[in-house]
């Protein structure tokens, strides 16, 4: 889903977004590589990075300073992403619950 302020918005060069997130543009390309930030490419092929990819960027480099490896980066935001998944899926099986319920009180009064 594209975020209506433009956080998916792709404008940033790989050394801006390097800047932005603090670190090394190789580093950046490093984790390109791995999957770890998948930045949008303009027709010659160029990288440019959002805002969500900058946030992505200064996770990986938040996980790494700690000590963490890149598997266990790629394996530690994997679980984040099913966890909001899985978060964003109980809001909505909740909404719908309370529709129904508000349907079956409607129905009994009437």
Known sequence: ?????????AVYVISVAAELAGIH?????IYDR?????PARTGG?????SDADIDKLRRVHELTSEGMNLDGV???MALE??????KAQVQRLTRELESKRADIVLYRRG
């Open 25 to 29: 543009p190789q580093t950046l390309r």
């Open 81 to 86: 992403d099913e966890v909001a998944r899985l």
């Open 45 to 49: 092929g160029s990288r440019r990075y």
């Open 1 to 9: 889903m594209i975020d209506p302020r433009g956080r998916d918005r």
């Open 74 to 76: 790629e394996r530690v």
């Open 34 to 38: 791995r999957g770890l930030v998948q």
